[in-house]
């Protein structure tokens, strides 16, 4: 009989109990996950292809039958889209202007909060400075007061400026023609700030902070620290961002009826909304217009797609 304290070890290829996470993982890489996904994908593709089949249809074709009849009877042309894009008069629709102008407008109003959100959150992430955590908590406070609520005000600075007792302290813009566009920018880059701040701070405050204190070290300034060390591993959140901001200007309205100062400077969904009132019944043109306004932001989403995932998950998870 043995005296004195045993020991009792666990043995070594003793199996660990699936956390939860772990069970959810792998009830959603399972097959029949995949099947149901693949299916809910099939059946979210189908209006897209239907809109598609539909825009290179004649039109005695689309008016008398439905989209699905094309394979039993395949009978196609451009004419919809050629009226679409190039129609002189209009009721035909002619968005070449209009597809620059959203161009034209979403570009920058990408750019601008790409580049002030990613110098913002690399401020409140790296460098101290008194009272840096208030003004995070006021950025994501900003994300949940509607910007419908900031349009008239935000309208009146383009139009009067800003006085204080009498006092003009900035004056009215007054921009009239192109020039126009820069309130649309403006406005854009305003309502992006919150929700790209706090994006890109989150991924940020993950990276790993013996990297910028290395570089410290070494005598690197926060420029060189920013340009050098941080960019080049902010780009799957930088990616991620740009594709929610892109998406989000592309098919704006709102922001555009108001600020854009007329149809010269209106962008595709401005004429959009105007073919579906005055030409609800022009179904082959509505189609082919609806599918030319698709055609950026899915080229978009489909290059940046890699990074999106990655984007959206960074700083949610610590370890």
């Not at 069970?23 to 149901?36: D, E, H, N, P, Y």
Request: hydrophobic share 55%.
């Amino acid at each position: 009989m043995s005296t004195g304290t045993e020991t009792v070890l666990a043995a070594p290829d003793a199996e660990v109990p699936p956390t939860v996470a772990g069970r959810v993982r792998k009830k959603l890489t399972s097959r029949t996950a995949s099947a149901i996904s693949l299916v809910i994908a099939l059946l979210w593709t189908v209006p897209t292809l239907g809109v598609l089949i539909s825009s290179i249809r004649p039109e005695n074709e689309i008016k008398s039958n439905g989209w699905w009849n094309f394979f039993s009877n395949p009978q196609f042309t451009l004419e919809n889209y050629e009226q679409v894009l190039f129609g002189s008069r209009s009721a035909s629709g002619g968005l070449a202007g209009y597809f620059v102008n959203s161009l034209v407008i979403t570009i920058p109003s990408v750019l601008f909060p790409l580049a002030f959100c990613a110098l913002a959150a690399y401020a409140l992430a790296w460098t101290r400075f008194r009272g840096r955590d208030w003004i995070y908590i006021g950025i994501f406070a900003l994300q949940i007061v509607p910007l419908q609520m900031a349009l008239i005000p935000l309208l009146s600075f383009f139009n009067y400026g800003v006085s204080l007792g009498g006092f003009q302290l900035l004056p009215a813009w007054d921009l009239d023609g192109p020039a126009k566009f820069i309130t649309v920018w403006f406005a854009h880059t305003c309502f992006a700030l919150p929700l790209g701040i706090f994006l890109l701070h989150n991924f940020m405050a993950e990276l790993p902070g013996d990297l910028v204190e290395a570089a410290r070290v070494d005598g690197a300034t926060h420029a060189k620290i920013f340009r050098s060390i941080i960019l080049p591993l902010i780009v799957p959140a930088l990616a991620s961002f740009a594709i929610f901001q892109f998406l989000w200007v592309w098919n704006d309205l709102l922001v555009a009826l108001i600020f854009a100062g007329g149809p010269k400077n209106a962008p595709l969904t401005v004429r959009l909304a105007e073919l579906a009132g005055n030409r609800g019944n022009e179904w082959q043109r509505l189609t082919a217009a609806a599918f030319v306004s698709i055609i950026v932001p899915l080229t978009v989403f489909l290059s940046l797609q890699r990074y999106f995932v990655r984007g959206l998950l960074a700083g949610s998870v610590k370890g």
